[in-house]
């Protein structure tokens, strides 16, 4: 019981996530192109990988060596990613 409501936590919560991301990129425009998404994709596909192996309850190689992929290549998409001129969160003073 507990472990269903978790996984539709989980499921609900990625499904947010990617609506918020998506809406976010849509507010700054199109700038970085394509390859300023695939940081956000691969570090999704991380999640989703992680989900079907615990679902199917074979964690092994495959699932580890798939997620350190998908994480090294967000990590070098990451330089892709636009910077924002002024943080929301940092106050002037």
Same mark, same amino acid.
């Given at each position: 019981?507990?472990?269903?409501?978790?996984?539709?936590?989980?499921?609900?919560?990625?499904?947010?996530?990617?609506?918020? +991301?998506?809406?976010?990129?849509?507010?700054? /425009?199109? &700038?970085g192109g394509f390859k300023s998404y695939l940081t956000s994709?691969?570090?999704? +596909?991380?999640?989703?990988v992680n989900l079907i192996a615990a679902h199917m309850e074979?964690? /092994?190689?495959? #699932?580890? &060596?798939?997620?350190?992929?998908?994480?090294?290549?967000?990590?070098?998409?990451?330089?892709?990613?636009?910077?924002?001129?002024?943080?929301?969160? &940092?106050?002037? #003073?």
């Open positions: 019981m507990i472990t269903t409501l978790l996984w539709v936590a989980l499921i609900i919560s990625i499904v947010i996530t990617i609506f918020r +991301a998506i809406r976010r990129k849509r507010k700054y /425009g199109k &700038v994709i691969s570090l999704y +596909a991380v999640a989703v074979s964690l /092994g190689i495959v #699932s580890w &060596v798939l997620t350190l992929i998908f994480i090294l290549l967000g990590a070098y998409f990451s330089k892709f990613i636009p910077v924002e001129e002024k943080s929301p969160f &940092v106050k002037d #003073s």
